[in-house]
């Protein structure tokens, strides 16, 4: 806990008292990123075709996979069918504007002037490693869903299916797929820093940010927590000041309403600028313990 306290109380300095021209430079760069991943996380008002479309086959994958129907699947189905839509939906900025960003928050933190030049070629190992992110993240959904399918169906032949026991699976379920993803979600941050840091990419940065959190997540998922929260609460707050009232009002969405869009969006960019900035001193921190280590 003391460690995490330092590196935000390092990273609310760096945010708040330095870098304000970059900062905002940054946001900018991943505000398309944000306002896309804010339309496509809202609600099914913002794709009313393509996400119910997602649902119901997710949810013929879960009854033929042996899944009960309970409320627990019904809300990982609208959960996972948000996720893979607005995956896709910003892939393309995921993958251009986003890492660009973290590039040039990594750059600026350590002490390096971000330039057009130095990001272009830092981008291909980037783009590589953010590929790579996707597919652990893919993998890990999948890996949970691989064991819930054996739990379930085990049950099944056992013949102890029951009510308590599907209860007692689902929730064992929720908080193995909430920690896998966790991890998996901080191990990505993690990879990304560092391939902008040694301008290498692929798997050989995710094996690297899993060498160095480990033992340390704990610390890593305290650091993730306010970026979670704000995210979460953002999502919230777009979907009730913009897309609710553009639902309401027929499709007319009021120039109020824009603004607030902006805004919103903007703050979101700030907050994934501010969660890159604990990113890259978390990992400065790790590779700091790392090199006692092999002094010692």
């Known amino acids: 806990m003391g460690e995490a306290i330092k590196i935000l109380r390092t990273s609310f300095h760096a945010f708040f008292l330095s870098y304000h021209t970059f900062i905002s430079t940054a946001a900018l760069l991943v505000f398309p990123y944000s306002i896309v991943t804010l339309l496509s996380q ?10 119910p479309a997602i649902s119901s086959r997710l949810w013929l994958l879960f009854e033929a996979s042996g899944f009960p ?7 990982l189905n609208v959960k996972l069918s948000q996720a893979a839509f607005s995956f896709v939906a910003a ?3 995921g993958a251009t504007s986003l890492i660009l960003a973290k590039a040039s928050v990594f750059q600026t933190i350590h002490g390096k002037l971000p330039s057009l030049a130095s990001l272009l070629r830092l981008y291909p190992s980037l783009v590589l490693t953010y590929l790579c992110n996707s597919f652990l993240v893919l993998a890990a959904n999948a890996a949970v869903l691989s064991l819930l399918f054996l739990a379930f169906n ?6 102890l299916a029951s009510s308590s026991l599907t209860l007692a699976i689902s929730v064992a379920g929720v908080i ?6 966790a991890h998996a979600l901080i191990t990505c941050n993690m990879a990304t820093i560092i391939s902008a840091a040694e301008n290498t990419g692929g798997y050989l940065c995710i094996l690297e940010a899993l060498v160095l959190v480990h033992g340390k997540m704990a610390t890593a998922i305290t650091l993730a927590l306010p970026a979670s929260l704000g995210a979460a609460a953002m999502e919230a707050l777009f979907h ?4 609710r009232p553009y639902s309401e009002s027929g499709g007319k969405l009021q120039p109020l309403a824009i603004l607030e869009a902006v805004s919103i969006a903007y703050s979101y960019s700030l907050l994934l600028v501010f ?4 990113t890259c001193n978390f990992v400065k921190s790790c590779k700091s313990e790392e090199k006692d280590d092999v002094h010692v």
Do not use: E, N, Q
Not at 154 to 159: G, Q
Not at 176 to 181: I, K, P, R
Not at 275 to 278: A, E, F, S, V
């Open 42 to 51: 809202s609600s099914s008002s913002s794709s009313p075709y393509l996400l």
């Open 69 to 75: 129907s309970s409320h627990f699947f019904a809300l």
């Open 91 to 93: 892939l393309p900025l």
């Open 154 to 159: 085990a049950a099944d032949v056992l013949d």
């Open 176 to 181: 193995l797929y909430s920690l896998v993803l």
């Open 240 to 243: 009730c000041r913009v897309i």
């Open 275 to 278: 969660d890159t900035i604990i």
